[in-house]
């Protein structure tokens, strides 16, 4: 592609000059992914360098270290002891004490087990005393799992931590050479709350978001390379193990079961993911502008009672969307409230299919997502709009520009500017905008066939629904949920990284400031 | 042309326009009104069955706020409340702590860590539902036992959603910290004493958005109880009024219900909402 300066792009015709817009971002989606690779290579790189300079590190430690270093290398903790830091040390040793006592007893077990998920399924055994077959549980394939990965999360942190005691002794060894003194535990306690006092705020959101967000996060992605189904649920009626990369084949085939009257999973997926994009663009974008066009008329000069109209809106924020949504998705069914009266009124002979055709529900629901969002749009943009610096709207009155060409040179380019990272979280927030589908259409109309042993699947089902419906409804597939899960991260991951290489304004978070 | 001429021409086209404008507010206003005042209406309403054609109850009464009581929904009112202040407590602090630091600290691992959580939050929230559905079990908080393990999980994770009060930290110059770290102020002074007093709209708007979730959580709550009336918060046991099999005999008790938790909510909002004005504009934007 042919670049122009700008001097050559500013001398082109407007048309061209979108021409050149839309081909140079065209170009730069499979840039920015190429780049991104190329980064991730380079951290792997960057990654093995660092991890060979710290077994450098550690093994100078050791020999250079006096017998106390050496020591602690097995104990952790003790060169602090040593050394009258009395706090760290114990620390340190209470830390390897619970960690060796955990490996033993159970963490040993689990790691063992995790290479298949369990060697015995549940088998009926003869029981003598009731002179009848019992079943007997054996391994449980998904407390094999959970405690397998429980387990290696605690041997990293004990790595971690153990990494951290030897570099103790080479700072140790340093001060003292320096001759200045060893920080006592009180000096700790109390850097706790100023220099280290970022440790102590974080200390208990982290552990929350380790313990119920990564966790079983990573849970959840090993499940797409197992079996793990509603047949196959570890316990009760048989084990699960790991199949590999086979259920993104079966996710990806394009086989589809004619005789049965379902389509592939393929056709399916790529059904649902386009409606999810159609669906997150237009929730996304007619209530961005709806709703500066609301806030922009209620604050127009001359327009009275500002606040009242303010707070009729605001007043639909409060209430919980689901009394809303329930309410307005029961309104517009079949025989519904609206149908039912518009019947009344001799307007229309038969109900309108709000919820039974497809493109009839596809459309309905966004327009109810405008009556649900333009509120807080309104809200948003009210602030940034009044923020504008008014001295632009009189120079340009000046000049003779009209309140189209204002809008168009001054306010929408403002707001885009500001409201670029409020976007695209709004964008990917719609992508996964569970309840206002779920409420109002339940995913309905049914598309009979998508749906099957992954549960049933309708016209507006996003891919958060599907994943839902797999895992409540059907079979319980829920290794197939795990990749429909996987799959919406890799669309919202590409979608960001698209527009974080476009957006001027995500870039830099300083300049923000 | 006549200047004088021409000035009473767009006098008469902003008049114009900003009837048009009225009209259209207006008609605005009564869009996204009516529908609660049709709920309104319909709590009142006596006759039950749902498919009627009209909104003003032939019969009004309070029947349905009878029901309402002698219903489990005493229950779940009760259930989502205490759920809503345990998270507007122990979800402040959790995400004030997060979003302070992240705004004002610059360690090491600051890059490295905001990074992994957007990256975290990019992967759905329903994907987890199971396993954490079967850990809570494990712990024996599912079902009956549904409130604290919802509260437990909900504050757990709240932490990620950091975005709006960092971008409202952001706000606030750094200057003050470095005068009073310069006065010899530690950093946990500085928060208390300086920043806090400062921060008082988005912790107001924290506080308000953490109590009114609850309100409206669904999914999450509804697998946690598992057809469990007693574990049930408003959402989960209004959705199971109307399914197609209740709908007839508890759509207009649905409505009083819609009433009764929206009232103290919506009361509590409109009181705050200033502070929640400024913190959308303050922070959410930013993000």
């Known amino acids: 592609m042919k670049r122009y300066s700008d001097m050559e792009y500013l001398r082109l015709s407007k048309w061209n000059k979108f021409v050149y817009k839309l081909v140079s971002f065209l170009v730069s989606i499979p840039l920015g992914i190429g780049h991104f690779f190329v980064k991730i290579w380079k951290g792997i790189k960057e990654f093995g360098g660092k991890v060979a300079a710290e077994c450098k590190d550690i093994w100078t430690t050791f020999v250079t270290g006096d017998w106390k270093t050496k020591l602690s290398f097995l104990v952790m903790g003790f060169g602090n002891l040593a050394h009258g830091q009395i706090l760290r040390g114990v620390m340190f040793l209470l830390f390897e004490v619970v960690f060796i006592f955990y490996m033993v007893t159970t963490g040993g077990y689990w790691l063992s087990k995790l290479d298949n998920l369990g060697d015995k399924g549940p088998e009926s055994v003869y029981n003598a005393v009731l002179d009848t077959n019992t079943t007997v549980f054996n391994d449980n394939s998904f407390k094999i799992l959970l405690y397998g990965v429980l387990t290696i999360f605690f041997i990293i942190a004990f790595i971690y931590t153990w990494r951290a005691n030897v570099k103790q002794n080479k700072l140790i060894n340093q001060i003292l050479k320096s001759g200045k003194k060893l920080k006592s535990g009180k000096d700790d306690l109390k850097s706790l709350v100023d220099d280290q006092f970022h440790k102590t705020l974080l200390a208990l959101p982290m552990v929350g978001i380790l313990v119920f967000t990564v966790m079983p996060i990573v849970f959840m992605v090993l499940v797409a390379f197992t079996n793990y189904d509603g047949s196959h649920n570890g316990y009760s009626n048989a084990l699960f193990t790991w199949v590999g990369l086979k259920n993104f084949g079966t996710m990806f085939s394009w086989t589809a079961n004619t005789s049965a009257g379902l389509q592939s999973y393929s056709a399916t997926f790529g059904e649902i993911l386009t409606w999810t994009l159609i669906w997150a663009f237009f929730a996304t974008f007619t209530n961005y502008f709806l709703g500066m066009c609301v806030a922009m008329m209620i604050n127009k000069k001359g327009i009275h009672l500002k606040k009242m109209w303010r707070t009729i809106l605001v007043m639909t924020v409060a209430i919980p969307q689901f009394i809303s949504l329930m309410y307005v998705s029961k309104m517009f069914a079949q025989n519904g409230l609206l149908n039912q009266m518009l019947m009344n009124h001799g307007w229309i002979k038969q109900p309108l299919p709000f919820w039974t055709d497809p493109t009839w529900a596809r459309i309905t629901v966004i327009i109810i997502n405008i009556w649900v969002g333009i509120p807080y749009l309104m809200l948003i943009t009210t602030g940034i709009l009044m923020n504008i610096p008014a001295d632009l709207y009189e120079s340009a009155k000046i000049d003779g520009a009209n309140a189209w060409q204002q809008y168009r040179k001054i306010t929408l380019p403002y707001m885009l500017f500001i409201t670029g990272p409020y976007l695209l979280t709004s964008f990917t927030g719609n992508m996964n905008n569970f309840n206002v589908i779920y409420l109002l259409t339940g995913g309905a109309p049914t598309n009979a066939a998508a749906s099957g042993a992954a549960g049933s699947v309708g016209y507006t089902d996003l891919l958060i629904t599907w994943l839902f419906k797999i895992t409540t409804g059907g079979e319980s597939l829920y290794y197939l949920a795990s990749v429909v899960g996987i799959m919406v991260f890799v669309v919202v991951a590409l979608i960001s990284l698209v527009v974080y290489n476009v957006l001027p304004s995500i870039k830099n978070e300083e300049d923000f400031q | ?287």
């Open chain 2, 1 to 287: 042309m006549n200047n004088e001429k021409r000035h009473m021409g767009l006098k008469t086209l902003n008049r114009a326009s900003n009837t048009v404008i009225y009209i259209l507010l207006v008609i605005i206003s009564v869009i996204w009104l009516l529908p609660f005042v049709f709920i309104v209406f319909q709590s009142f309403r006596v006759e039950s069955t749902w498919q009627v054609g009209y909104v003003i109850p032939q019969q009004w009464g309070l029947q349905n706020y009878i029901n309402l009581w002698n219903s489990d929904f005493k229950r779940w009112y009760l259930n989502t409340f205490i759920i809503a202040l345990a998270s507007a407590v122990l979800v402040t602090v959790i995400q004030l702590c997060m979003s302070y630091t992240l705004s004002r600290f610059r360690f090491k691992m600051r890059g490295p860590l905001m990074r992994f959580m957007l990256i975290l939050g990019m992967f759905p929230g329903m994907l987890t539902m199971i396993i954490l559905y079967r850990v809570l079990a494990d712990l024996g908080l599912t079902q009956a036992n549904a409130v604290p393990g919802l509260i437990l999980v909900g504050v757990a994770s709240s932490g990620m959603g950091y975005y709006v009060s960092k971008g409202f930290f952001d706000t606030i110059p750094k200057s003050l910290d470095e005068a009073a770290r310069v006065d010899g102020a530690t950093r946990f002074q500085v928060l208390y004493k300086i920043i806090l007093p400062l921060a008082k709209p988005i912790v107001i708007y924290t506080i308000l958005t953490a109590f009114m979730g609850p309100w409206g959580d669904f999914v999450f709550a509804r697998y946690v109880a598992m057809g469990t009336s007693a574990g049930y918060n408003v959402a989960v046991g209004m959705y199971s009024w109307l399914t197609n099999d209740q709908i007839n005999s508890w759509y207009t008790t649905f409505c009083a219900g819609g009433v009764i938790v929206a009232l103290p909510v919506t009361i509590l909002f409109m009181c705050l909402q200033k502070y929640y004005v400024e913190g959308v504009t303050g922070g959410a934007v930013k993000g």
